[in-house]
C-alpha cells in the first residue's frame, strides 16, 4: 500500500509498486488530465509537480510518491474557476491540440512559484523540457509571462 497526497487529498494505491505514475493517477485516480507524450520522458507532456518540482510522471514508480505531494493539472483550478495560469494560457492561445498543455502548464506553475521571471529566455529556459508541435511556442511564452505578471513577478 502507498499512501501519498494528490492535489491536497490523501491517496492510497494498492497495486504494483513499480506501475507508472502516470497510470496511477489516469486509470486508478481518474485524473485523466495528465497527458502521456512518448512514454519515454523526452516530450514533457505527462509532468506533474512531485513536491513542487516537475517530473515526467512516464519515468516515476509511484513507490517513489510514498509520503510525498504530487499536483496536478487538476490542481490548477476548475473549469468554472481557473487558475491565473489556466485562463492566460485560454486567452493567449497557449493551447491547440491539448497534448502537451497540461505538462506545460505544471511546468510553467513550478517556473512561477520560484519566482521566475516574465521575460522570454527565462520563460523558455524553464518550458526548455516541454515539447509542443503545434504552437511555435509563441503563445505559451506569452501566456506564462502575462502569468508571471499577474502575479507580481518580473
Given at each position: 500500500?502507498?499512501?501519498?497526497?494528490?492535489?491536497?487529498?490523501?491517496?492510497?494505491?494498492?497495486?504494483?509498486?513499480?506501475?507508472?505514475?502516470?497510470?496511477?493517477?489516469r486509470?486508478?485516480?481518474?485524473?485523466?488530465?495528465?497527458?502521456?507524450?512518448?512514454?519515454?520522458?523526452?516530450?514533457?507532456?505527462?509532468?506533474?509537480?512531485?513536491?513542487?518540482?516537475?517530473?515526467?510522471?512516464?519515468?516515476?514508480?509511484?513507490?517513489?510518491?510514498?509520503?510525498?505531494?504530487?499536483?496536478?493539472?487538476?490542481?490548477?483550478?476548475?473549469?468554472?474557476?481557473?487558475?491565473?495560469?489556466?485562463?492566460?494560457?485560454?486567452?493567449?492561445?497557449?493551447?491547440?491540440?491539448?497534448?502537451?498543455?497540461?505538462?506545460?502548464?505544471?511546468?510553467?506553475?513550478?517556473?512561477?512559484?520560484?519566482?521566475?521571471?516574465?521575460?522570454?529566455?527565462s520563460?523558455?529556459?524553464?518550458?526548455a523540457?516541454?515539447?509542443?508541435?503545434?504552437?511555435?511556442?509563441?503563445?505559451?511564452?506569452?501566456?506564462?509571462?502575462?502569468?508571471?505578471?499577474?502575479?507580481?513577478?518580473?
Amino acid at each position: 500500500m502507498i499512501a501519498f497526497k494528490v492535489n491536497g487529498k490523501k491517496r492510497v494505491f494498492k497495486g504494483a509498486p513499480f506501475t507508472r505514475l502516470i497510470d496511477v493517477l489516469r486509470e486508478h485516480l481518474r485524473l485523466t488530465g495528465t497527458k502521456e507524450g512518448c512514454g519515454e520522458g523526452e516530450c514533457g507532456a505527462c509532468t506533474v509537480l512531485l513536491d513542487g518540482e516537475p517530473v515526467n510522471s512516464c519515468l516515476v514508480p509511484v513507490c517513489q510518491v510514498e509520503g510525498r505531494t504530487v499536483e496536478t493539472v487538476e490542481g490548477l483550478g476548475s473549469p468554472e474557476k481557473l487558475g491565473v495560469l489556466q485562463r492566460c494560457f485560454l486567452e493567449r492561445g497557449g493551447a491547440q491540440c491539448g497534448i502537451c498543455t497540461p505538462g506545460m502548464l505544471m511546468t510553467a506553475q513550478a517556473h512561477l512559484r520560484r519566482g521566475g521571471k516574465s521575460d522570454d529566455a527565462s520563460i523558455r529556459q524553464a518550458l526548455a523540457g516541454n515539447l509542443c508541435r503545434c504552437t511555435g511556442y509563441r503563445h505559451i511564452v506569452e501566456a506564462v509571462a502575462e502569468a508571471a505578471r499577474a502575479e507580481g513577478k518580473r
